[in-house]
């Protein structure tokens, strides 16, 4: 099944709930393409011109369901998209991992190592698969949870600030 804008949205007036009653949202795992891009909202640039997808064999609907959800929000020009059969599913292009980890925002659903010196400054990272981030990432980023997104999502928490690199780990 795809990710619709009423799931995006039905997410979104989720995690607001969540975060006014103070209480922990579990998502659906169909879901966290949503919440990634809910995250994405709050957390990356104001008009991303291009997104990354990195999806393992098996993700390649989930990376799919990210795209949807994120064209909810945004219109990106540029998807650069790695895994096998990734860029046909979403009509974007294939690309080397080091161009898809350059793009405005990277919605990960691989198991990979994530390095600050991979990213730029003013990348919002969507770590929606297990993935390893070095010390120097976790130092400089702004990370946020479901809890932290919720709570900017209902207003109690400031989103981005101005070019930092920020990643939501799902």
């Known amino acids: 099944m795809s990710i619709t804008a009423d799931d995006v949205h039905a997410v979104e007036r989720a995690l607001v709930a969540a975060a006014l009653a ?19 909202r709050y957390l990356a640039v104001g008009t991303p ?12 609907d989930a990376a799919a ?10 219109q990106p020009r540029d998807v650069r998209c790695v895994g096998d059969g990734l860029a046909a599913r979403t009509g974007g292009r294939e690309v080397g991992l080091a161009e898809a980890l ?9 198991p990979i190592a994530i390095a600050a010196a991979r990213l730029r400054r003013g990348t919002h990272v969507n770590v929606l698969a297990p993935a390893t981030l070095d010390d120097e990432l976790r130092a400089i980023a702004v990370l946020a949870d479901t809890a932290r997104v919720a709570r900017m999502a209902a207003g109690l928490e400031d989103g981005r600030q101005l070019d930092e690199l920020t ?3 799902a």
């Open 102 to 110: 350059a793009c405005d925002i990277v919605c990960v659903h691989a």
């Open 65 to 74: 369901d990210s795209l949807a959800a994120h064209r909810v929000w945004f």
């Open 49 to 60: 011109r291009s997104l990354g997808l990195i999806a393992a064999d098996g993700a390649i």
């Open 167 to 169: 990643l939501y780990v």
């Open 22 to 40: 103070n209480t922990p949202l579990a998502l659906e795992p169909r879901l966290v393409p949503a919440a990634g891009a809910v995250a994405s």
